[in-house]
């Protein structure tokens, strides 16, 4: 009994050792594989880090205006006669926009004519007999009064019919017109809009600190929503001489041209004041930068070096270095690095989420991304 128990005590050790042998080389190979194993290489397009001459700008928001204009109104009381205008059309200074009924104002016109008409006849007569002697100096005096007061008269009805012929001051566009035909109006009704738009005055602000950068004549560069992908070249023509003590912000005003008149007047923009000094950075593409809380990277692309010899490894093999680096203003598709790289190293500018510190890497830059500082969004 006691020789069986040993025989199966015997045989169940050397299933169990055979069991725990065949696992352990099972595990060691699983090990020396992990050991000798090498990730597949990455492939990503790179960018070569450049210098270049970046602007320097100052930016703000700011609305438009009209360089000319107001609401037409009427001077005098009167009912209209004739309406001589289209909304939205275009007219010269001069041109006569609105009639108001003038027939009284012209009957009294000819009755102050006639009236000025006698009382020069009793002047001249008048004169005549004090040059023989015979009328006094009151006399020629009375009737110079009398001659005065009816030119006067005349003078008078004919700026009260001019009043009533209401025209535009200066050239523009009109507006939605605010009368009609017959319609009776007021002095100081409105009749319509006219805004000169050929060129745009646009007003905005800057923080204090920037006021001894800021001077009349610095060009600006205006954008709007509502004409997109398009820039509008003008330049600074006033400076606020007082700082806004509410916002301690210095107002300014620049004229922008506006040829085509796509701008119009409470339109909102974004405006650059173009300073005359550029600065020389270093760009590199945003699609290059691995943002994180605890610090933005990029991968720089280098040979692997050889352990032993420290010399690239034959033939080349290319690595990520991730390397933390310090990132300025963008614009565009491309961010200013202020620490971190220098002019011409390699960097990856695509696909950086796939990458690792030490991982290895192909450059493939058959299709490499449009770059550019000014990019254009259309759609397809």
């Known amino acids: ?27 060691s190979t699983l090990i020396n594989s992990g050991k000798s194993f090498t990730p597949p290489a990455i492939t990503t397009t790179s960018f070569d880090v450049k210098e270049a001459a970046w602007e320097q700008t100052l930016s703000s928001i700011g609305s438009l205006e009209a360089t000319k204009g107001l609401v037409i109104t009427a001077d005098i009381s009167g009912r209209i006669s004739k309406v001589l205008f289209k909304a939205g059309s275009e007219v010269t200074a001069g041109e006569l926009l609105v009639q108001q009924g003038t027939s009284e104002e012209q009957a009294l016109l000819r009755s102050n004519q006639s009236a000025a008409a006698l009382a020069k006849n009793n002047l001249e007569r008048t004169a005549e007999l004090y040059n023989k002697k015979v009328a006094s100096k009151s006399e020629l005096d009375n009737a110079q009064s009398t001659y005065d007061s009816a030119v006067a008269d005349v003078d008078n009805t004919r700026a009260t019919i001019e009043k009533k012929s209401i025209r535009a001051p200066f050239s523009g ?129 280098e040979p692997a070096l050889d352990e032993k010899t420290n010399k690239p490894i034959e033939p080349e093999k290319l690595i990520a270095r991730q390397q933390f680096v310090k990132l300025g203003e963008s614009r565009g598709d491309f961010v200013v690095v202020e620490k971190g790289l220098k002019k011409g190293e390699v960097i990856a500018s695509t696909g950086v989420f796939k990458l690792n510190n030490g991982a290895s890497v192909i450059i493939n830059n058959s299709v490499v991304p449009d770059f550019s500082i000014e990019p254009s969004v259309s759609d397809e």
């Open 1 to 27: 009994m006691k020789k069986a128990l040993f025989g199966v005590f015997v045989g169940l050790c050397f299933v169990i050792g055979s069991l725990a042998y065949v696992k352990y080389e099972q595990i």
């Open 173 to 301: 566009r009109l507006g939605i017109r605010l009368v009609d035909l017959g319609q009776f109006i007021n002095a100081g009704d409105s009749v319509v809009s006219l805004q000169s738009i050929n060129k745009m005055y646009v007003n905005f602000s800057l923080p204090q600190q920037f006021n001894a950068k800021v001077a009349t004549g610095l060009a600006v560069r205006l954008e709007s929503d509502a004409v997109p992908e398009k820039q509008f070249i003008g330049k600074i023509n006033v400076i606020d001489p007082q700082i806004d003590t509410a916002t301690r912000s210095v107002r300014l005003q620049a004229i922008i041209d506006n040829p085509m008149q796509e701008l119009l007047p409470g339109m909102f923009a974004t405006i650059d004041v173009l300073l005359p000094k550029t600065e020389s950075v270093l760009l590199i593409p945003v699609t290059a930068v691995q943002y994180a809380t605890f610090g933005d990277s990029v991968f720089v692309i």
